[in-house]
C-alpha cells in the first residue's frame, strides 16, 4: 500500500484565492481525519470522517474552511478565500478504526502571501 | 475541551544518554498513542497504551502509562542520532477525538 497520500506537497498563493489540498486515504482505513500543524498551535484536528460521513468538524477554524468525503478514495479541504494565518502544513491521517493508530499523509505546505 | 500537556519543550542530548518526555492530560483516557516527527516530515505512529499502568517496550523505548489513566511518559535508553525529532504524545478521550500534544524536540548531539 502506497500510504495516505496527499496533493500538492507544496502550495503557495496569493491572498484571496481558493486553495484546494487532497487526500487519499489507505483502501480499507473507515476514519479520515484533517489536521493542522503550526509552530505556536501545533496539531490541530479540524475536522473528521468516518465512513465518508462528516462526524465532528468543531475545530475548523471559520466559515473559509470546508471538507468533502464524495467517496472513501478521496477527501478535500478547501479554503476560500485564503488568508495569510492559514500558511500552515495541513496533514490528512487516516485508521481503521477508533482505538488504532493513525498513518499520516506526508503533508501539504500552505504557503499564503 | 480536553487538553494534553507536555513536558519538556525540547531536551539536547548527548548520544548515550538517556532521555525522556511526560504527558498529561486533563481527563481521564481511554487510551494514549505516541508519534515521532522527524524535522521536515510526518508524524509516525509508534506506540498504543489502552490499559492502566500497562508498560510496553520497543528495543530502547520504554512506554508507561499511569494508573489514573491520565499521564504517560516515553524513556528512552542510550540515545543515538537517529532518535533526533519530536515526540507527540495523543490521548483519545470519551469523544473519541485524538488531542495531541505539542511535543518534545529531541536533538541528539554525536
Known amino acids: 500500500d502506497a500510504g495516505v497520500i496527499q496533493s500538492p506537497r507544496h502550495e503557495v498563493t496569493e491572498m484571496g484565492q481558493e486553495v484546494t489540498l487532497r487526500c487519499k486515504p489507505i483502501?480499507?482505513?473507515?476514519?479520515l481525519f484533517w489536521y493542522r500543524q503550526t509552530m505556536m498551535r501545533g496539531l490541530e484536528l479540524l475536522i473528521y470522517f468516518n465512513n465518508n460521513v462528516p462526524i465532528d468538524d468543531s475545530g475548523m477554524p471559520e466559515d473559509r474552511f470546508s471538507a468533502k468525503m464524495p467517496n472513501a478514495s478521496f477527501s478535500t479541504l478547501k479554503i476560500q478565500p485564503s488568508e495569510p494565518r492559514d500558511s500552515a502544513v495541513y496533514f490528512c491521517a487516516s485508521s481503521p478504526g477508533v482505538n488504532y493508530g493513525y498513518t499520516f499523509g506526508s503533508g501539504t505546505r500552505l504557503t499564503v502571501v | 475541551g480536553q487538553q494534553v500537556m507536555q513536558i519538556p519543550q525540547y531536551q539536547h542530548v548527548q548520544e548515550g544518554e538517556d532521555f525522556t518526555t511526560y504527558c498529561n492530560s486533563s481527563?481521564?483516557?481511554?487510551?494514549i498513542q505516541w508519534y515521532k516527527q522527524r524535522p521536515g516530515g510526518h508524524p509516525v505512529f509508534l506506540i498504543q497504551l489502552v490499559k492502566s499502568g500497562e508498560v510496553k517496550k520497543q528495543k530502547r523505548l520504554t512506554f508507561q502509562f499511569g494508573e489514573a489513566k491520565k499521564n504517560s511518559s516515553l524513556h528512552i535508553t542510550a540515545t543515538q542520532t537517529t532518535d533526533v525529532g519530536t515526540y507527540f504524545c495523543?490521548?483519545?478521550?470519551?469523544?473519541?477525538?485524538?488531542?495531541f500534544g505539542k511535543g518534545t524536540l529531541l536533538t541528539v548531539n554525536p
Open positions: 481527563t481521564t483516557l481511554s487510551n
Open positions: 483502501s480499507g482505513h473507515d476514519y
Open positions: 495523543a490521548g483519545v478521550g470519551s469523544n473519541y477525538k485524538l488531542t
